[in-house]
Each structure stands twice: as structure tokens, then as C-alpha cells.
């Protein structure tokens, strides 16, 4: 039996890749035809007339699939993670949010975004252990 590879708690600089979310891209497209729906549906809708209630409904659904289209069209980028400063790290399942510092911008992981080994090491770069579920320990109830 081949045995498994001394592994440390500890880890160095990395490259992480981050690139637009296909999840977060197909909610983008998801929300301009409810946008539309919600026009009409409002109390605001039957006050206005008909064509300036469709002009605002069309201009809500166009903005929506020109920011979905944005999103995807984005480039990638390659991330690199210090050891000497480690990043920020927000984990609320589904979402990694990374706040890398130094000016640089907020990076959002989604689970399309990350395989389980480059989540792993995202967490360990910036030294949080994962989230457990349950209640704290210092709960009193």
C-alpha cells in the first residue's frame, strides 16, 4: 500500500486562477424577465400608460442580459496568494469571498469557480479552517 505524502498545515505562496461565474451569470440572465414582471406587477405599472410602462419593463429586461453578457465576458485573471500576508476570507457557503488587500479588488469564488483542492488551499492560505456546522461552543442556549 503506497503511502500518503507528509502534508502541512502551513502553505506557501500560490497561483490561484479566478474567472467569471457561469452560476452567477445564469441568475444575471434569471432576473431581467422577473424585473419586467415586477413593473407590471407594482403598484406604479397601471398608473402609467401603456407604452411607458412597456419602454421601462424592455429598458429593465435589456440592462439585465447586457449585464449578464458583461459578466461572462470578463476575463480571467490569475490571483497570487502571499504567505507573508495573508488574504481575508469570507466563507458563506455557497460563496468564498476574498479580500486580497493591498488596493487590490474583492474576488468572488463560486463553486463553478473553485475545485475542492483550490478551495482548500484558498482556506489555508489565508489560515481559517473551514466552517463547522452547528452551534458555537461559548452557545449558553
Not at 86 to 98: A, F, G, I
Amino acid at each position: 500500500m503506497p503511502t500518503l505524502p507528509i502534508s502541512s498545515t502551513d502553505c506557501g505562496s500560490f497561483r490561484l486562477e479566478w474567472r467569471p461565474s457561469r452560476w452567477e451569470a445564469g441568475l444575471r440572465l434569471v432576473l431581467p424577465p422577473l424585473a419586467a414582471f415586477a413593473f407590471f406587477a407594482s403598484a406604479l405599472g397601471p398608473a402609467l400608460p401603456r407604452a411607458v410602462q412597456f419602454g421601462l419593463a424592455a429598458v429593465a429586461f435589456a440592462w439585465g442580459l447586457w449585464e449578464a453578457r458583461r459578466h461572462l465576458a470578463r476575463p480571467g485573471e490569475w490571483l497570487t496568494i502571499d504567505a507573508e500576508r495573508p488574504p481575508v476570507l469570507h466563507e458563506q457557503w455557497p460563496l468564498l469571498v476574498l479580500h486580497p488587500g493591498g488596493g487590490r479588488s474583492t474576488r468572488v469564488f463560486w463553486p463553478d469557480t473553485l475545485s475542492p483542492a483550490a478551495r482548500r488551499a484558498l482556506r489555508l492560505a489565508a489560515r481559517r479552517p473551514p466552517a463547522r456546522p452547528g452551534l458555537p461552543p461559548d452557545w449558553m442556549g
